[in-house]
């Protein structure tokens, strides 16, 4: 008898997420090929419901992770040189491809002019946007006055530098007495993972239920009304994934990317549902450590710093939006104008948390920089949530191609792990 071929769980996400978008489609408010009313009744006694589980149930293990896998990862490297190193390496690249990022973003809005002819004015305008928190202040609030308050309060930043202290001490204390202390952090990191793999098994409906109800409940006229602004941003996303990242890759990890996006595939689409950085690390962190072979001792530093300081989509978005917003309101933007926005939308998209819709907030820090209405993001806000889900795939995708880069140059990849083709390599592949 023959037996039945099971589907991997990379293609049930993917194909979940097409039903789903179906749903979504046949039901939204202005087709209504399914009365909307009926879909409101699946929509909140399933969709919402079995949604909102599915992302508790990842961010439930996001604080954990992070605080056990830094100090894990910190005290595997052991060395303090070696971590100075890695550390630097790390941040530099992050910094310098978000940069990339801006630049990109600027020019293609410039040359497209996604906001030219515009007949809107800023008296339209009911919208009171946010206050951004002023870059010093982030330095200054990293420094957490209690870290199991910023655990609580899932405070990335501060659980970060903490976890970074207790990894470094725990290198240099007596080692008969650290070694306790790192089994067990050892032992809670597998108990982790092991709940990973539980719940990335009912990934697929958990992102059936996310996709139907964004695209459900999108207004359609908006979107085709900003669609130049999503193509201005769709295009630099990929481009800066397909030329920056692939060519990092490719030229100076000299990794075969094909290979890469074939493993990586699964951790992208679980980016494109949640669209938070912070939910999609877990399993992020599982696949660049099982599937594309980092040591453990790179990741665990690495993967958590990019999910909450790297975001090249993030920055990307901010740039494309300052330039469409200033065309709106037919704004001239100066040479030295544009070079601030390079510099404080890399520190907006650094303070960005990874978490859905954020990046549109710290996003009126760039347009108050160069003295851009704030007001502004009301014009962008109704189609972010479809650009942030795009968005939130290169910021992930970014963080994994770093951390094997570095891992590359540290001597921490295993490259049989990496070009191993089997799709048996996770326990949760099926
Ligand atoms: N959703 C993004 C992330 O988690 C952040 C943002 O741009 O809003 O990576």
Redesign the pocket.
Known sequence: MQKKKKLNLSTKILLFMLLGALLGLISNKEISILPYKYYEILETYIFSPIGKMFINSIKMLVVPMVFVSLVNGVAQIGDLKKLGRVGVKTISIYIITTAIAITIGLILALLIKPGSNSTLSIANLNFKAQNSIPFIDIIVNMIPTNPLKSMTEDNMLQIIVFSILLGVSLTSINKDKSKTILNFFDALNDCILKIIEFIMKTAPVGVFCLIAKVIATLGLSSIINLALYMLTILLALFLHLTLVYTGILTFIAKLNPIIFFKKFWSVMTL?FST?????TLPVNMDVVEKKLGVSKSILGFTLPLG?TIN?D??AI?QGVATIFIAQLFNINISLSQLVTVVLTATLA?IG?????????ITLSMVLQSIGLPVEGIAMIIGVDRIL?MC??VV??TGDAIVTLCVAKSENELDAEIFYKTEETQLNFSE
């Open positions: 980016a669209s938070s950085s912070n939910a999910a975001m989509g993030t978005m998209s960005t948390a990874g978490v859905p819709g954020v990046g549109m942030d968005r939130t910021n992930i």
